[in-house]
């Protein structure tokens, strides 16, 4: 079996583009071209589905992905336990993240202790961070919910609690609190499927039969504070995210049932690399002192998954 055209395909899987897969090689692009058509061929199999410059495996395709990022997380590690950036004095750290409200404290502590640890980091809903992290895309992935997955270890890092904020021209701009009952039939601004938030925020509304008017949906936090400023509607998102904004009112929601803890997990079979338990040990020590941002939250459980 011909290891270059494994991690030749591995990195055009991982990248989905044969251009910047090449380009992480430092090979050109009909050399990693010539590598995977010839994998193919060998085995007799398609792995790779082209559509322009979008490339998408196949049934094949993603089955074997599974074995070579497995293969070539084995080979970091070896080479992390053989050589210096055991000490990590060099490296790199694939991370995936809901959010940057809350990682980049803990970023920044990890370039001061580790200057020379190349950090590569990509945002999305939590959906999208649990498959990169699934599909092993990514080393570390920062998002809530890994309790109940075997698949992942990790540590709390933070607690949020909702907020509701409303436009600044909008009488509620005078109330301190509000609960979930006095959202029905409200306008109200949500997030997409796959947000950590809405679904939050819909099981305590199906709990207590509340059917606000939600007038748009949108495909981030961001937009949702925007969207709020221009007067369109009510949002719900997490005091984290809301605190110190001019832009708009925010509002205590006193409903206790409404939480969520972002973790810094991994895959279990990831936990021993150097760099990652580098990372989660950061994390344990932000989680101890609180210390995610400069203001508002809470202090999450102390319990490990």
């Avoid at 044969?18 to 193919?40: G, N």
């Avoid at 890994?146 to 949020?160: R, S």
């Amino acid at each position: 079996m011909n290891f270059t055209q494994l991690r030749a395909f591995d990195m055009v899987v991982r990248e989905g583009n044969f251009t910047r897969a090449a380009e992480q090689l430092s090979v050109t692009q009909p050399a990693l071209t010539i590598q995977v058509k010839a994998l193919e061929e060998f085995y007799a199999t398609r792995l790779l589905d082209r559509s322009g410059r979008t490339v998408m495996p196949t049934a094949d395709g993603k089955a074997l992905f599974d074995i070579t990022r497995r293969l070539f997380a084995l080979e970091e590690e070896a080479r992390e336990l053989l050589t210096d950036s055991i000490a990590l004095r060099r490296g790199h750290l694939k991370i995936a993240a809901d959010g940057p409200h809350i990682v980049m404290n803990m970023f920044a502590r990890f370039r001061e202790r580790y200057p020379n640890v190349e950090l590569h980091v990509t945002l999305g809903n939590t959906s999208f961070v649990r498959q990169q992290l699934q599909e092993r895309r990514v080393d570390i992935g920062v998002m809530p919910n890994i309790e109940d997955d075997p698949a992942f270890v990790g540590v709390p890092l933070w607690q949020h609690t909702p907020v509701l904020i409303v436009p600044l021209a909008h009488p509620w701009t005078k109330r301190k609190t509000v609960t979930i009952r006095e959202l029905d039939n409200q306008p109200l601004v949500i997030r997409e499927d796959g947000s950590n938030t809405q679904r939050q925020l819909n099981i305590a509304l199906q709990r207590e039969g509340i059917r606000p008017n939600a007038v748009l949906q949108l495909g981030s936090r961001e937009a949702i504070l925007g969207a709020v400023a221009a007067g369109l509607g009510f949002g719900v998102v997490w005091q984290v995210e809301a605190i110190d904004d001019a832009r708009f009112h925010m509002i205590v929601i006193k409903d206790d049932d409404i939480h969520s803890t972002d973790y810094v997990a991994c895959l279990k079979g990831e936990r021993n690399r150097g760099v990652v338990k580098a990372m989660m040990t950061i994390a344990k020590d932000i989680h101890k002192t609180g210390a995610v941002i400069g203001s508002g939250g809470q202090t999450p459980s102390t319990n490990e998954s």
